[in-house]
C-alpha cells in the first residue's frame, strides 16, 4: 500500500510517499480501506514532535478517517465486511489502509461522503464536550468564539446556535468573517494579526468587550491562543468560563488577577483525554452529534480536497492558518 510518511522531523517539506506491506488487523481490530483523511492542526504539530504524542517512525500522519472494512480481526463482531465507517485514529490516516480498534469506529450515515464523514468528529466531538462539559453553555448565553472560521470554530458557531446561545465569531479577514455568518454566527468581529503591543492589545479587547455585550461573555472558546488570548479573556462576564483549545498563535501568559475579578474559570479541553476516561459520555455525545448532522443542525464543511501525494500541502495550508473550514485528503 502507499503511504505519507514522517520518517524525520519537520514541516510538510519532509513527507514522501513509500510502499508498505498492508497492515493486519490484530485482535479486536478493523482493517479499514481509508477513502478519505481530514487534516487537523494537531497534523501540523505531531510531525514536528511537537504534539502530547510521538509516534515511533516512519509514521503517516492523519487522526480523522473515513473508508471501507476490508477485513475482521480476531473478537471483532460490530462490524462486517463492506461497512462504511468513519473515526479518530491519531495517526496513520494518510495511507492506503489503517489497523484500527473497533471501539474507534462508528458507522458512516447513507447518504453522506467520505470526505464529510472525515471531516466530522474530531472539530465537533471536541467542541460539544468543551461547551456542554467544560463551559457549561446553556440556552441564552453569550458565546465568544475567537478563530471562527476554522474547523474547530465553525463546529462552534453550528453547536451554539443549536444549544440556543448567541455567538460572536471572531475571525482574521472579511472572508472569513462571511464564513461564520454562513454558518449561523449572529455577529462578526475582524481582528488584526498579531503580535501586539500594549494599546493594541487594549484596542482589541475593547473590540471584544463591544461585541459581546456589557454583561460580557459567558463562554469563551479560544482554539487560537497566542497575543488573542488575554484580550479575549478581559472581554468575559462574571463566573464565565474561558475554554483553552489550542495555540497555533502561540501559548499565552494570562494575567491570573483577571480571574479574580470576573470570578471566572479557564478550563483546558482535551477532548481525546476526556474520550479515553469516559467512552460513555462520550459516546452520547457523539450519538447527539449524529442526530443534530440529520436535522441539518450541523454540516462539516469541506472546502478543499488533496490527492494523497499531495497531503503535505494540505498540512502547509493548515500550518498557515489558511483554511476556511476543513481541508481533506481523498484516498484511492
Known amino acids: 500500500m502507499k503511504a505519507l510518511l514522517s520518517q524525520a522531523p519537520g514541516g510538510p517539506e519532509t513527507l514522501s510517499i513509500a510502499e508498505l506491506p498492508d497492515p493486519v488487523p490484530g485482535r479486536g481490530q478493523v482493517l479499514v480501506a481509508v477513502k478519505a483523511c481530514a487534516i487537523n492542526y494537531p497534523d501540523v504539530l505531531i510531525i514536528e514532535d511537537k504534539y502530547q504524542f510521538k509516534p515511533p517512525r516512519p509514521f503517516a500522519p492523519g487522526g480523522e478517517i473515513a473508508g471501507v472494512v476490508e477485513a475482521l480481526g480476531e473478537g471483532v463482531t460490530q462490524f462486517a465486511m463492506g461497512d462504511r465507517v468513519l473515526g479518530v485514529i491519531g495517526h496513520g490516516g494518510l495511507a492506503e489502509k489503517v489497523a484500527v480498534d473497533a471501539a474507534r469506529l462508528y458507522w458512516l450515515p447513507e447518504g453522506r461522503s467520505f470526505e464529510e464523514g472525515a471531516a466530522l468528529l474530531l472539530t465537533y466531538a471536541t467542541t460539544i464536550h468543551a461547551l456542554l462539559d467544560r463551559g457549561r453553555l446553556e440556552e441564552g448565553h453569550t458565546l465568544l468564539v475567537l478563530g471562527a472560521a476554522g474547523g474547530v470554530g465553525l463546529a462552534a458557531i453550528e453547536l451554539g446556535k443549536a444549544f440556543g446561545a448567541r455567538v460572536v465569531a471572531a475571525v482574521s479577514s472579511e472572508a472569513k468573517a462571511e464564513a461564520a455568518r454562513a454558518?449561523?454566527?449572529d455577529e462578526t468581529l475582524v481582528y488584526p494579526r498579531a503580535p501586539f503591543d500594549k494599546e493594541q492589545s487594549k484596542a482589541l479587547s475593547e473590540a471584544f468587550k463591544a461585541a459581546v455585550g456589557p454583561k460580557g461573555a459567558d463562554v469563551i472558546y479560544d482554539p487560537v491562543g497566542g497575543d488573542?488570548?488575554?484580550p479575549a479573556l478581559r472581554a468575559i462576564g462574571w463566573e464565565g468560563r474561558y475554554l483553552v483549545v489550542g495555540f497555533p498563535a502561540g501559548i499565552p501568559k494570562l494575567p491570573l488577577n483577571l480571574t479574580l475579578l470576573k470570578s471566572c474559570d479557564v478550563c483546558g479541553v482535551f477532548w481525546g483525554a476526556f474520550a479515553a476516561r469516559d467512552p460513555q459520555a462520550n459516546q452520547a455525545h457523539v450519538e447527539h452529534l449524529f442526530r443534530l448532522w440529520s436535522q441539518g443542525?450541523?454540516?462539516?464543511r469541506v472546502i478543499e480536497t488533496f490527492a494523497l501525494a499531495d497531503g503535505g500541502k494540505a498540512i502547509a495550508k493548515m500550518a498557515?492558518?489558511?483554511?476556511?473550514g476543513k481541508l481533506v485528503v481523498t484516498v484511492n
Do not use: D, N, V
Not at 443542525?297 to 462539516?300: G, L, N, T, V
Open 320 to 324: 498557515a492558518r489558511q483554511a476556511i
Open 228 to 230: 488573542y488570548a488575554e
Open 297 to 300: 443542525k450541523i454540516a462539516p
Open 183 to 185: 454558518a449561523g454566527a
